[in-house]
């Protein structure tokens, strides 16, 4: 799927989603219900179009490949790939790819990648903040 399907389906989810909890709700409140879903699903469609840029944007070894990010991506393609053989509807077309198992290794790898970088800046700000405020 590319991400504009995936966005629109999300959106789309969303909004039946929406209706169901504003129709338990109250009788004239599915519209509303449905337009607040259709929101909550774009912005969530958002979010997973930033995470595939960024996964996509990044690169990793095999050696970085073996460590626990890529051994937590091989879990969740083993997953997916159940998931694609039992035929679980939308999520069985997002993991929708050949060889699951090795792209899960990957994709783990690159999240466990961006998080490492992410927490070291992170550390790396807060350690010159305090290094700041103990000067004044």
Known sequence: MTKKQIKNHLE???ERV????????????ENKGGKIGRKVGKVVGEQAER?????????VTKEEQL???GKIGTGLGIIGKRLVEKRYGFLGRLMGGDDLVSEGRVIGAKAEKIVKRTVKK??????RGKGESNKS
């Open 12 to 14: 789309s989810l969303g």
């Open 18 to 29: 929406g209706d169901q909890v504003a129709q338990g709700l109250s009788k004239g409140a």
């Open 51 to 59: 995470l595939h840029d960024a996964l996509e944007k990044e690169t």
């Open 67 to 69: 460590g626990i990010g």
């Open 122 to 127: 992170g550390v790396q700000r807060i350690g």
